[in-house]
């Protein structure tokens, strides 16, 4: 259980990171909180040649936020943005996801950033970027782009990043008024894995009623599966029938049968799971 | 990556580096190969064993240990990046003449450990929380520990620990 030796290089400016990072191409990974990573290599699921440490770019260890957007550096611990009140202000989905993110103290180190570039199927915070329609910055010594969510999910632990690019952002739109959101999993114990897990945003009119929605979901598919609600919620009160979402989200999703649930529970979860999270998130919006 | 690629790699001597850090308020040093995990940097090249390892992968939370004042998996940590930070293990709790801190005391007060593998991690957990959440229900105990695995207790003893230690700091951990 220890990781094999690797080459390690501790750049102290982003110039430097995105230089060393063209040198190695391949051969090197990121290291930020190393929560994923550190086990990884422990168990010897991974041994890349280089590592390219991260952890002095404290220019990266922001959360930014404006009126519309919050803006997390590559360096913010999960924990930094859970407790971000500014944050939570502006898009309150973020607090909501991140509480189901392992545990505390694996949340005082690990980084938001860090979790998307790492894509784990059963990661919270992808289907938070995915539902909201947030985006992700990449740099590198050619330059910066950004990528939307549903561009950068690629597949179980892939991501449209290049070897020679570093995610160095994720923007997260903010909660449009009238709108409310909501994420819920179901997991073995708190903090592990979830089985199934959903987020979700919704819009309602004045007198409570559904107008819009959109569910995110996660443990169901290689990377996070989007549900435009759309259609089965408008013009329906969250308190009444509610089966059509259910079928939606049944209909769009094709889990995958491990030691923890078989396919078919998965997918029942899924529809279960997102109208409870449409119930809720509307609660939230009408509040 | 390939065998002989990863033969290659082992054949040559390992690079190492210069780790400075505080640790229990003292500055320590060693010089260590990039892949030492802190756990180990803390049990074998400073000799603290109080920090104890258990799973090694992130999971039990035996090896908490406070990094900057938060609670942190040692061993998920390199002992290279923790360079130039500030680490309190278990052996750093107590006060220097041996008087337990309240969190110790009142482990002991409610016989909250059995086999004491565990203990280190929960004492290291509990202790941030505490200055986090000075006034836990029981509940927020039971969330406090809940990144911590203990086989022996039944974890009743230790929520009843957690809320001991909260009467006993009085709001001052």
């Given at each position: 259980m220890k990781p094999p030796p690797f080459g390690y290089s501790r750049p102290e400016s982003l110039d430097e990171a995105l230089r060393l990072l063209a040198e190695s191409g391949s051969d090197a990974k990121v290291l930020a909180g190393g929560q994923s990573l550190v086990p990884l290599l422990s168990m010897r699921l991974a041994a890349p040649p280089q590592l390219i440490d991260?952890?002095?770019?404290?220019?990266?260890a922001y959360v930014r936020t404006d009126e519309n957007t919050v803006h997390v550096g590559a360096l913010a611990r999960q924990a930094d943005v859970e407790h971000d009140a500014r944050a939570a202000g502006v898009q309150p989905l973020l607090r909501q996801a991140l509480r189901l993110v392992a545990h505390p103290t694996i949340r005082n180190r690990g980084t938001v950033v860090g979790s998307l570039a790492h894509a784990?199927?059963?990661?919270?915070l992808t289907a938070v970027l995915a539902v909201l329609g947030g985006a992700v910055r990449l740099a590198s010594a050619r330059g910066d782009r950004t990528v939307p969510a549903d561009q950068f999910f690629v597949g179980p632990l892939s991501?449209?990043?290049?070897?020679?690019?570093?995610?160095?952002e994720a923007s997260f739109p903010g909660r449009p008024p009238g709108t409310g959101s909501t994420f819920v999993e179901i997991s073995?114990?708190?903090?592990?894995?979830?089985?199934c897990g959903v987020a979700v945003c919704v819009t309602v009119d004045e007198d409570g009623v559904l107008q819009a929605g959109r569910a995110a979901l996660i443990s169901v598919g290689p990377t996070p599966v989007v549900v435009e609600l759309g259609d089965v919620v408008a013009?329906?009160?969250?308190?009444?029938?509610l089966s059509d979402v259910h079928d939606a989200v049944w209909a769009a999703v094709s889990p995958e049968a491990d030691i923890h649930a078989s396919a078919e529970y998965r997918r029942k979860l899924a529809g279960v799971l997102a109208v409870r999270a449409v119930r809720e998130a509307a609660q939230r919006a009408a509040a | 990556m390939t065998v002989s690629a990863r033969r290659h790699v082992s054949a040559s001597p390992e690079e190492l580096f210069d780790v400075q850090l505080t640790v229990n308020g003292a500055a320590q040093r060693a010089s260590v190969p990039a892949r030492r995990l802190l756990s180990d940097f803390l049990?074998?090249?400073?000799?603290?064993?109080?920090t104890h390892v258990g799973?090694?992968?992130?999971?039990?939370?035996?090896c908490t240990v406070l990094l900057d004042g938060r609670p942190v998996r040692?061993?998920?940590?390199?002992a290279v990046t923790a360079d130039g930070s500030d680490v309190t293990t278990?052996?750093?709790?107590?006060?220097?003449?041996?008087?337990?801190s309240p969190v110790q005391q009142a482990f002991q007060d409610c016989h909250g450990?059995?086999?004491?593998?565990c203990t280190p991690g929960f004492l290291t957990t509990i202790t941030a929380g505490l200055r986090e959440?000075?006034?836990?229900?029981r509940d927020d105990a039971r969330e406090m520990i809940a990144g911590n695995l203990c086989?022996?207790?039944?974890?009743l003893n230790i929520i009843a620990a957690v809320l001991r230690a909260a009467e006993l700091s009085d709001g001052r951990p």
């Open positions: 991260i952890n002095r770019l404290s220019e990266l784990d199927p059963a990661s919270e991501t449209s990043a290049a070897d020679d690019e570093l995610v160095v073995r114990r708190h903090g592990d894995y979830a089985i013009g329906i009160n969250p308190g009444g029938d | 049990r074998h090249d400073l000799g603290l064993t109080g799973c090694e992968h992130g999971v039990c939370g035996a040692s061993c998920l940590l390199l278990v052996e750093g709790l107590a006060e220097p003449d041996g008087t337990l450990l059995q086999c004491g593998y959440t000075p006034n836990p229900t086989r022996c207790t039944g974890y």
